[in-house]
């Protein structure tokens, strides 16, 4: 027998983020693997004491690593992306009730923090692994003895 669902009512829901991102989630390990705090550092001195406040430089890197990971290559298109993606909302810390970075207001910080951070953050990234690495031999080296 056939079901219809006309006119069905939308609930009101007290959820979170946290709830509904999988456990098991690539984002979730990424974002445990991963401290991205050294960026505050590394751009304070790009930011001005005066005017508006800016988009949170860590949003903005992160940003353009799930553009990196997912072959997102259009800021509108991420902007779009991460306004419906719960995964993306997660990891960006942007609650389902908090608007996306605006794609033309996140330009010029993209331009600023891209030329100062990619070579910093590819360091950063490739001294954890080099260490996760060794780690590991240090671990195999002992089990062999």
Same mark, same amino acid.
């Given at each position: &027998? +056939?079901?219809?669902?006309?006119?069905?009512? =939308?609930? &009101?829901?007290?959820? %979170?983020?946290?709830? /509904? #991102?999988?456990?098991?989630?690539?984002?979730?390990?990424?974002?445990?693997? #991963?401290?991205?705090? $050294?960026?505050? =550092?590394?751009?304070?001195?790009?930011? *001005?004491?005066?005017?508006?406040?800016?988009?949170?430089?860590?949003?903005?890197?992160? +940003?353009?690593?799930?553009?990196?990971?997912?072959?997102?290559?259009?800021?509108?298109?991420? !902007? =779009? !992306?991460?306004?419906?993606?719960?995964?993306?909302?997660?990891?960006?810390?942007?609650?389902?009730?908090?608007?996306?970075?605006?794609?033309? %207001? *996140?330009?010029?910080?993209?331009?600023?923090?891209?030329? *100062?951070?990619?070579?910093?953050? /590819? $360091?950063? +990234? $490739?001294?954890?692994?080099?260490?996760?690495?060794?780690?590991?031999?240090?671990?195999?080296? &002992?089990?062999?003895?």
């Amino acid at each position: &027998m +056939m079901t219809r669902r006309d006119g069905v009512q =939308q609930k &009101m829901l007290c959820v %979170t983020l946290e709830s /509904l #991102m999988p456990q098991e989630h690539f984002l979730r390990r990424l974002d445990g693997l #991963m401290d991205f705090s $050294f960026i505050y =550092q590394r751009v304070e001195s790009l930011y *001005s004491r005066r005017g508006r406040p800016s988009i949170d430089p860590v949003v903005v890197v992160k +940003m353009l690593l799930l553009g990196y990971l997912y072959g997102i290559d259009s800021e509108r298109r991420l !902007e =779009q !992306e991460v306004r419906v993606n719960i995964a993306y909302r997660w990891f960006l810390g942007i609650d389902l009730d908090e608007p996306v970075p605006d794609h033309s %207001t *996140s330009r010029a910080p993209l331009v600023i923090i891209k030329r *100062s951070l990619y070579t910093t953050f /590819l $360091f950063y +990234m $490739f001294a954890r692994q080099r260490s996760i690495n060794s780690r590991r031999k240090h671990r195999a080296a &002992m089990l062999t003895r």
